[in-house]
C-alpha cells in the first residue's frame, strides 16, 4: 500500500480468484511481521484456512480470527474484533485484515455490513492503523462493489491502487438508515416507566412461545431489558415492544421517541470508568443482528436471535 497523507488507512481489495486474493493479502501480513507490526486476519473460515496455509510457519505470529462467527453481527466487529486488537496494541502500526461482506451474508445483514464500514472510518480517524477489506468481485452484486467506493478512500482493483472519487461514508450510514418492515400483525406492547416489568415479562413469555429456550432465552431476556430500560431513560420515557418469528429466528424490536445521535453509539468499546452506555454495546454482543432506524419522528432498535438453524438467502451470485 502506498504512504496516505492520514495516519489510519482502509483500502477496498477486489478480487476474483485465489491468486488475487493471495497477493493483495499475504505480501501485507508478511511485510507486517517484518516490520514488527501486530496483525490479525479477521475473514469467513474458508478464506481464513486459504490464508493460514499459505503462510505456513508465519500464521503462528498472526491473530486469525474467523468472521463467520466473530462477525456474525456485524455491528460487533468494530469493538469486539477491529478495536479490540488495535487497542491491544496502543503504539506503533497497526494492520489488519477484515472481510465483513460476503456473498453468505443475508440481505437482512448487508444494511448493518455497509453501514460498519462506513462507520470504521470514524472509529478509527486518526489511529496508525491500516484495515484492508477484501471483496469478491465475481460473486458480489454490483451495488456492493459501488458502495465499497463509497465506504473506502482507496479501492485496490486487479493489482492497482487509486483514490476512490465516490468516497462517501456518512451519505452510506444515512442512505441505509431506513424504516425497518415489519409483519403488521407483530404483536405488540406499549409501556412506560410503571409498566417495564410487564412489558419484559410480556416479551420473555412470546420468545419462548416462539422457540427460545435457555442460554437464548437467557441472552433475549438480557437483550430486551437493556433497550426497554434505554427507551424509559434515553428515549422519551415510553416505548413499544414487540416480537415475532422469521426464517428460524426470533425478532425483537423496541420503538421511542428518541433520538441516536451518534452513528456509533453501541460499537464503541467500553471504559472502565465508563457510567453508562453500554446497554446497545451489550445488544450487540448478544444478538445475531442488530438493526437501527433513527430520525425525527423517533428510533426502532430491531436484535435477531436464532432458536433453530437457518437458511441464508445469498446478497450476490450463487456459486455453481
Given at each position: 500500500m502506498t504512504p496516505a497523507a492520514e495516519p489510519f488507512v482502509h483500502p477496498a481489495l477486489f478480487y476474483r480468484d485465489v491468486?488475487?486474493?493471495?497477493?493483495?493479502?499475504?505480501?501485507?501480513?508478511?511485510?507486517?511481521?517484518?516490520?514488527g507490526d501486530p496483525v490479525a486476519v479477521?475473514?469467513?473460515g474458508p478464506n481464513l484456512e486459504l490464508l493460514r496455509a499459505e503462510l505456513g510457519a508465519d500464521a503462528e505470529a498472526v491473530r486469525l480470527i474467523d468472521m463467520n462467527e466473530a462477525g456474525r453481527n456485524p455491528g460487533r466487529i468494530i469493538p469486539n474484533v477491529l478495536r479490540a486488537f488495535a487497542d491491544a496494541h496502543p503504539t506503533g502500526r497497526v494492520r489488519i485484515i477484515g472481510e465483513p461482506i460476503w456473498p453468505g451474508r443475508t440481505t437482512a445483514e448487508y444494511p448493518a455490513c455497509v453501514q460498519h464500514e462506513a462507520l470504521i472510518n470514524a472509529a478509527f480517524r486518526g489511529r496508525d492503523v491500516t484495515i484492508v477489506c477484501p471483496y469478491d468481485?465475481?460473486?458480489l452484486d454490483a451495488a456492493v462493489l459501488a458502495d465499497a467506493y463509497a465506504t473506502h478512500p482507496v479501492v485496490v482493483d486487479e493489482g492497482?491502487?487509486?483514490r476512490s472519487s465516490g468516497y462517501d461514508p456518512d451519505?452510506?450510514?444515512?442512505?441505509?438508515?431506513?424504516?425497518?418492515?415489519?409483519?403488521?400483525?407483530?404483536?405488540?406492547?406499549?409501556?412506560?416507566?410503571?409498566r417495564l416489568p410487564a412489558a419484559r415479562e410480556f416479551a420473555v413469555a412470546r420468545a419462548g412461545r416462539l422457540g427460545l429456550v435457555g442460554e437464548r432465552l437467557e441472552d433475549f431476556t438480557l437483550a430486551v431489558a437493556e433497550?426497554?430500560?434505554?427507551?424509559?431513560?434515553?428515549?422519551?420515557?415510553?416505548?413499544?415492544?414487540?416480537?415475532?418469528?422469521?426464517?428460524?429466528?426470533?425478532?425483537?424490536?423496541?420503538?421511542d421517541s428518541g433520538q441516536l445521535s451518534d452513528p456509533l453509539a453501541g460499537r464503541r468499546p467500553a471504559t472502565r470508568d465508563q457510567p453508562g452506555g453500554r446497554g446497545l454495546l451489550m445488544v450487540h454482543h448478544l444478538a445475531d443482528l442488530v438493526r437501527v432506524h433513527t430520525g425525527t419522528e423517533g428510533t426502532a432498535i430491531r436484535f435477531h436471535l436464532t432458536g433453530s438453524p437457518t437458511t441464508t438467502v445469498s446478497h450476490g451470485k450463487q456459486l455453481t
Amino acid at each position: 500500500m502506498t504512504p496516505a497523507a492520514e495516519p489510519f488507512v482502509h483500502p477496498a481489495l477486489f478480487y476474483r480468484d485465489v491468486q488475487e486474493y493471495l497477493a493483495g493479502t499475504v505480501p501485507f501480513i508478511r511485510d507486517g511481521l517484518a516490520d514488527g507490526d501486530p496483525v490479525a486476519v479477521a475473514v469467513p473460515g474458508p478464506n481464513l484456512e486459504l490464508l493460514r496455509a499459505e503462510l505456513g510457519a508465519d500464521a503462528e505470529a498472526v491473530r486469525l480470527i474467523d468472521m463467520n462467527e466473530a462477525g456474525r453481527n456485524p455491528g460487533r466487529i468494530i469493538p469486539n474484533v477491529l478495536r479490540a486488537f488495535a487497542d491491544a496494541h496502543p503504539t506503533g502500526r497497526v494492520r489488519i485484515i477484515g472481510e465483513p461482506i460476503w456473498p453468505g451474508r443475508t440481505t437482512a445483514e448487508y444494511p448493518a455490513c455497509v453501514q460498519h464500514e462506513a462507520l470504521i472510518n470514524a472509529a478509527f480517524r486518526g489511529r496508525d492503523v491500516t484495515i484492508v477489506c477484501p471483496y469478491d468481485a465475481v460473486r458480489l452484486d454490483a451495488a456492493v462493489l459501488a458502495d465499497a467506493y463509497a465506504t473506502h478512500p482507496v479501492v485496490v482493483d486487479e493489482g492497482r491502487e487509486s483514490r476512490s472519487s465516490g468516497y462517501d461514508p456518512d451519505r452510506i450510514v444515512a442512505a441505509y438508515n431506513q424504516p425497518l418492515a415489519r409483519p403488521s400483525r407483530a404483536p405488540a406492547f406499549m409501556f412506560d416507566g410503571e409498566r417495564l416489568p410487564a412489558a419484559r415479562e410480556f416479551a420473555v413469555a412470546r420468545a419462548g412461545r416462539l422457540g427460545l429456550v435457555g442460554e437464548r432465552l437467557e441472552d433475549f431476556t438480557l437483550a430486551v431489558a437493556e433497550l426497554t430500560t434505554n427507551s424509559v431513560v434515553h428515549g422519551g420515557g415510553s416505548g413499544t415492544v414487540r416480537v415475532w418469528s422469521q426464517g428460524g429466528q426470533v425478532l425483537c424490536e423496541v420503538t421511542d421517541s428518541g433520538q441516536l445521535s451518534d452513528p456509533l453509539a453501541g460499537r464503541r468499546p467500553a471504559t472502565r470508568d465508563q457510567p453508562g452506555g453500554r446497554g446497545l454495546l451489550m445488544v450487540h454482543h448478544l444478538a445475531d443482528l442488530v438493526r437501527v432506524h433513527t430520525g425525527t419522528e423517533g428510533t426502532a432498535i430491531r436484535f435477531h436471535l436464532t432458536g433453530s438453524p437457518t437458511t441464508t438467502v445469498s446478497h450476490g451470485k450463487q456459486l455453481t
